[in-house]
T-cell receptor, first 114, second 108 residues
């Protein structure tokens, strides 16, 4: 079975540029999560979708960040404009329904903003 | 978010047993999970406890005490490949919140 697929795996961009990260969750999963990982702040939950609907975006750091899930098989996380402090690994994860069910992580998108 | 406390780093030798503790906040608590992450990799699921007691999966076991808001991951017969970061994650209100992680160093 294909796992959670993220792209790009690595991106280096200049400050001020728009960055779009993409995620394809595992087929049949109805919950999708975006996490950000840094040495200083660990794994932070940015936003959570259930059945394609954003349920909680309280972790989104500021208005420069936006996320969408137009259908059950695709989600994007956009940063516009990007800043050096956005440099991190961004993980997408998905799970199916039941509380406490395992969440499966993608391999991450390594973002460097210079 | 939720606050989970776990030690930042633990060192042990091959073949030994190590316990990684985690304390969590009770608000909305539903269950506690453990994830392993190797350097440069993605977190992968190890275990989940919703009820008090011990869950055993091979060399790894996880324990939960809801009355103490406490859990631990027990790794037995340590192998070099177990060197990684281990995260406890609290399941609240349909979301997982992760602790800051414990870096386990296994030495020969």
């Amino acid at each position: 079975d294909a796992g959670v697929i993220q792209s790009p795996r690595h991106e280096v961009t200049e400050m001020g540029q728009e960055v779009t990260l993409r995620c394809k969750p595992i087929s049949g999963h109805n919950s999708l999560f975006w996490y950000r990982q840094t040495m200083m702040r660990g794994l932070e939950l940015l936003i959570y979708f259930n059945n394609n609907v954003p349920i909680d975006d309280s972790g989104m750091p500021e208005d420069r960040f936006s996320a969408k899930m137009p259908n059950a098989s695709f989600s994007t996380l956009k940063i516009q404009p990007s800043e050096p402090r956005d440099s991190a690994v961004y993980f997408c994860a998905s799970s199916f329904g039941q509380p406490g069910n395992t969440i499966y992580f993608g391999e991450g998108s390594w973002l460097t903003v210079v | 978010g939720q606050s989970l406390e776990q030690p930042s780093e633990v060192t042990a030798v091959e073949g030994a047993i190590v316990q990684i503790n985690c304390t969590y906040q009770t608000s909305g608590f539903y269950g506690l999970s453990w994830y392993q992450q190797h350097d440069g990799g993605a977190p992968t699921f190890l275990s989940y406890n919703a009820l008090d007691g011990l869950e055993e999966t091979g060399r790894f076991s996880s324990f939960l005490s809801r009355s103490d808001s406490y859990g631990y991951l027990l790794l037995q017969e340590l192998q070099m490949k177990d060197s990684a970061s281990y995260f406890c994650a609290q399941y609240n209100f349909n979301k997982f919140y992760f602790g800051s992680g414990t870096k386990l160093n296994v030495k020969p």
